[in-house]
């Protein structure tokens, strides 16, 4: 097949899916109420901003205790998903050390040596029972290092002057403003796409990056289309200010679509379903042309040393060169498969009045999409049920729980292992060394039993030591290096925070305090317990917030006011 027969069979193969599909409009509205309560639910709320930002100021302030008070400090910058603003609770932060606005050469050596240096440091945090699962992840395309936040659960990925993941960060920030149903259909196949377990390079499975782009792609070829092509988008370059003004040119690009993300949502697993069998022909989805193309790859995974084509292609938008799918396994995209067909066969059957609203939920999107009985005291702000275990990885974490379907043995994922990657993977070799598989039990503030360690205070756990000699991923970035500032995201004021006591009656405290039983907001907290050596932070994009003395206790002027 030539490669314009190639691209034919695609518009022909998606068009015949959408006719054997057949969606009555009528039966819309149901879908599209469903979708709307999960992404109330699943969203983040403003507390999960907060702790975020905040943990962006800690950063900042470590970077200033290892580099000192100086021009020449780094600043550490927030990317990815939350940049985005396309995250939920449970995602990871991931945070770029960045030494010079100006776009520079900056040496692989010179990146593990300061990963190293933080990791130093964040080791020292350890013991003394701040964090845990400090993991440092050198051999990698892009070296990282990995650190879990004891009192908010959050697993920050930590790189050095990863200038690309920024920029391809802000532009995709940029782009949601042209159409909101790009960010809410983004949002909602991430959470399709965790629940049954497909969102981790690491597991050879789609990146978020990956979804976002094939969110991006689908409604460039929409009829008529919702977002433009990248390529009218860079036309003046990649440079964020080059492209915000462009952006503005563009906003309600879409306004002749009247699809419905309900539509979007069935439609784009139809269109995905339909071109299965041509990926390993050489079709490939490319946001910057905005329509299908055919694609060899320079750079062909492992795992098909022998092809050109990958499992799975979606170019890279700054660096056409690369797939960011690159990372999906033969046996995974038969996996993804299964759950796109299987999505389309319930959506539909949802539709037709043979399942109940409540199934279909569960089905897509897992149990956590349900929402939690409210209490007198929070009703009308019902959070998600999410679990804020602070000792949790995010390789320790149980799967979203998405109930199985009967045709599909869905895989077991065990507490422990190696933690995962963020958003965007590269293949690396086996990390090596062991890892810890603690098996926390469910935190209960009033409950809470401790253990003296030789690091300090920590939660009783039981572990395992594992090792993996099989081929990890992680997260990594392609192209130039570009100056790009961070973005502003929301912000709420501060919450108290709370100390854990020991024996003694010392105390210590994580970087972000973990809530108490009562939830966070409630007035009744524990001492507050400042972290020590912080003080203010000068990061330009990590303005720390002027909150008051709430006079409570002997350490009111504590965590907050560092």
Same mark, same amino acid.
């Given at each position: 097949m030539g490669k314009k027969g190639l691209l034919k069979k695609a518009k022909k193969l998606e068009l015949k899916g959408i006719q054997k599909n057949k969606i009555n409009p009528e039966h819309i509205p149901a879908l599209e109420e469903i979708l709307h309560d999960v992404y109330v639910i699943c969203r983040p709320k403003p507390i999960h901003y907060h702790n975020r930002k905040d943990l962006v100021r800690i950063f900042n302030e470590i970077a200033k205790e290892i580099y000192g008070y100086s021009d020449d400090t780094p600043v550490v910058e927030e990317f990815g998903s939350f940049l985005m603003d396309i995250f939920s609770a449970k995602s990871d932060l991931d945070l770029s050390v960045n030494f010079s606005d100006k776009e520079v050469d900056f040496p692989r050596e010179k990146k593990i040596k300061s990963l190293r240096k933080f990791g130093k440091k964040l080791y020292a945090l350890q013991r003394r029972g701040h964090v845990c699962s400090v993991q440092q992840?050198?051999?990698?395309? /892009?070296?990282?290092?990995?650190?879990?936040?004891?009192?908010? *659960?959050?697993?920050?990925?930590? +790189? =050095?002057?990863?200038?690309?993941g920024i920029l391809k960060s802000q532009i995709v920030h940029m782009i949601s403003s042209i159409d909101e149903r790009f960010q809410m259909l983004s949002f909602l196949m991430k959470t399709w796409a965790k629940a049954h377990d497909i969102n981790s390079s690491k597991e050879r499975t789609l990146n978020s990056l990956s979804i976002i782009l094939l969110v991006v792609f689908h409604l460039q070829t929409r009829d008529p289309p919702i977002l433009p092509a990248f390529a009218e988008i860079l036309k003046d370059g990649t440079d964020p200010a080059a /492209?915000?003004?462009?952006?503005?040119?563009?906003?309600?690009? *879409?306004?002749?679509?009247?699809? +419905? =993300?309900?539509?979007?949502?069935?439609?784009?697993?139809?269109k995905l379903a339909s071109v299965e069998k041509l990926w390993p022909k050489g079709l490939c989805a490319s946001v910057y042309k905005g329509c299908w193309i055919f694609k060899e790859w320079d750079f062909p995974s492992k795992e098909n040393l022998d092809s050109k084509f990958g499992c799975i292609s979606v170019e890279d938008f700054t660096d056409r060169s690369q797939n960011v799918a690159r990372a999906v396994g033969k046996k995974e995209v038969t996996k993804i498969y299964k759950f796109i067909n299987h999505s389309i066969l319930y959506v539909f059957s949802f539709m037709n009045g043979q399942i109940?609203?409540?199934?279909?939920?569960?089905?897509?999107f897992g149990r956590e999409s349900i929402p939690a009985p409210a209490t007198n005291f929070d009703r009308g702000m019902v959070e998600p049920n999410i679990s804020l275990d602070p000792v949790m990885t995010k390789r320790m974490r149980p799967t979203e729980q998405a109930i199985p379907f009967n045709a599909i043995p869905i895989k077991t994922v065990y507490w422990g292992g190696p933690p995962t990657e963020g958003w965007d993977g590269t293949p690396m070799e086996s990390w090596g060394g062991?890892?810890?598989?603690?098996?926390?039990?469910?935190?209960?503030?009033?409950?809470?039993?401790?253990?003296?360690?030789w690091g300090g205070i920590q939660p009783t756990t039981s572990s395992d030591s594992i090792g993996t000699n099989r081929t990890q991923f992680a997260e990594g970035w392609g192209g130039k290096n570009v100056s790009c500032a961070s973005a502003e995201l929301p912000s709420v004021e501060a919450q108290n925070p709370i100390g854990a006591r020991k024996p003694g009656d010392v105390l210590l405290a994580p970087l972000l305090p973990p809530p108490n039983q009562q939830g966070f907001g409630w007035p009744s907290w524990n001492d507050i317990v400042p972290m020590p050596h912080v003080g203010t932070v000068y990061a330009q994009h990590a303005r720390p917030s002027h909150h008051q003395n709430t006079g409570h206790g002997p350490h009111s002027n504590g965590y907050r006011n560092w």
């Amino acid at each position: 097949m030539g490669k314009k027969g190639l691209l034919k069979k695609a518009k022909k193969l998606e068009l015949k899916g959408i006719q054997k599909n057949k969606i009555n409009p009528e039966h819309i509205p149901a879908l599209e109420e469903i979708l709307h309560d999960v992404y109330v639910i699943c969203r983040p709320k403003p507390i999960h901003y907060h702790n975020r930002k905040d943990l962006v100021r800690i950063f900042n302030e470590i970077a200033k205790e290892i580099y000192g008070y100086s021009d020449d400090t780094p600043v550490v910058e927030e990317f990815g998903s939350f940049l985005m603003d396309i995250f939920s609770a449970k995602s990871d932060l991931d945070l770029s050390v960045n030494f010079s606005d100006k776009e520079v050469d900056f040496p692989r050596e010179k990146k593990i040596k300061s990963l190293r240096k933080f990791g130093k440091k964040l080791y020292a945090l350890q013991r003394r029972g701040h964090v845990c699962s400090v993991q440092q992840i050198l051999t990698a395309k /892009v070296p990282i290092l990995k650190v879990v936040d004891r009192g908010s *659960g959050i697993e920050c990925d930590i +790189s =050095v002057e990863n200038r690309d993941g920024i920029l391809k960060s802000q532009i995709v920030h940029m782009i949601s403003s042209i159409d909101e149903r790009f960010q809410m259909l983004s949002f909602l196949m991430k959470t399709w796409a965790k629940a049954h377990d497909i969102n981790s390079s690491k597991e050879r499975t789609l990146n978020s990056l990956s979804i976002i782009l094939l969110v991006v792609f689908h409604l460039q070829t929409r009829d008529p289309p919702i977002l433009p092509a990248f390529a009218e988008i860079l036309k003046d370059g990649t440079d964020p200010a080059a /492209v915000g003004k462009i952006v503005k040119e563009f906003l309600d690009y *879409g306004k002749m679509n009247k699809e +419905s =993300v309900g539509e979007l949502f069935i439609t784009l697993l139809i269109k995905l379903a339909s071109v299965e069998k041509l990926w390993p022909k050489g079709l490939c989805a490319s946001v910057y042309k905005g329509c299908w193309i055919f694609k060899e790859w320079d750079f062909p995974s492992k795992e098909n040393l022998d092809s050109k084509f990958g499992c799975i292609s979606v170019e890279d938008f700054t660096d056409r060169s690369q797939n960011v799918a690159r990372a999906v396994g033969k046996k995974e995209v038969t996996k993804i498969y299964k759950f796109i067909n299987h999505s389309i066969l319930y959506v539909f059957s949802f539709m037709n009045g043979q399942i109940p609203e409540t199934k279909l939920r569960q089905v897509l999107f897992g149990r956590e999409s349900i929402p939690a009985p409210a209490t007198n005291f929070d009703r009308g702000m019902v959070e998600p049920n999410i679990s804020l275990d602070p000792v949790m990885t995010k390789r320790m974490r149980p799967t979203e729980q998405a109930i199985p379907f009967n045709a599909i043995p869905i895989k077991t994922v065990y507490w422990g292992g190696p933690p995962t990657e963020g958003w965007d993977g590269t293949p690396m070799e086996s990390w090596g060394g062991k890892y810890v598989s603690i098996h926390p039990d469910k935190i209960q503030p009033k409950t809470m039993q401790y253990a003296v360690g030789w690091g300090g205070i920590q939660p009783t756990t039981s572990s395992d030591s594992i090792g993996t000699n099989r081929t990890q991923f992680a997260e990594g970035w392609g192209g130039k290096n570009v100056s790009c500032a961070s973005a502003e995201l929301p912000s709420v004021e501060a919450q108290n925070p709370i100390g854990a006591r020991k024996p003694g009656d010392v105390l210590l405290a994580p970087l972000l305090p973990p809530p108490n039983q009562q939830g966070f907001g409630w007035p009744s907290w524990n001492d507050i317990v400042p972290m020590p050596h912080v003080g203010t932070v000068y990061a330009q994009h990590a303005r720390p917030s002027h909150h008051q003395n709430t006079g409570h206790g002997p350490h009111s002027n504590g965590y907050r006011n560092w």
